[in-house]
Every structure is written in structure tokens, then in C-alpha cells.
């Protein structure tokens, strides 16, 4: 397998799903204004910059975080 399948191998595991700040201010229940906070902070992962005005995360990130702060493993979020 080359690189290239590698990638869209990973892309199909959700290893690298992106969401926005609304999808992520719902998976946490944190408001968006605090999550831009606590990401500022260090205190959550970054969003990644895509545009001038637009702003994701890597879910797989938000999920450890997730995991780390409330001690469980979700094995899977729909």
C-alpha cells in the first residue's frame, strides 16, 4: 500500500473526521465562546485554521480530550 492509500485509509477510520464549533460545542456541552477560551489557554486541543473565517477540529482530538478529562473510553461517538 502506498501513501496515498495510507491517507484514505486513515480518512475512512475517522482518524482525521473534522468538525466545527458547533459540532464540537455539542459533543462537550461547553459553550463555543468557552471552548475558544480553553483552547487560547491550552486547556483544549486547537482548532485548525482552514480559512479566514473558518475554524475545525480533528474529532478524534476532542474525543481524547473527552476520554482524558472524564475518565472513560468512548469507543465509538455516532
Do not use: C
Not at 462537550?28 to 475545525?56: D, M, N
Amino acid at each position: 500500500m502506498n501513501n496515498a492509500e495510507d491517507k484514505k485509509s486513515l480518512v475512512r477510520q475517522k482518524q482525521f473526521k473534522l468538525i466545527r464549533i458547533s459540532e464540537v460545542s455539542s459533543l462537550t456541552t461547553i459553550s463555543k465562546s468557552h471552548v475558544y477560551k480553553l483552547a487560547r489557554e491550552g486547556h483544549f486541543p486547537k482548532p485548525r485554521k482552514i480559512s479566514t473565517h473558518s475554524s475545525v477540529w480533528l474529532e478524534s482530538e476532542v474525543i481524547a480530550w473527552m476520554e482524558e478529562k472524564l475518565g472513560v473510553e468512548f469507543l465509538e461517538i455516532v
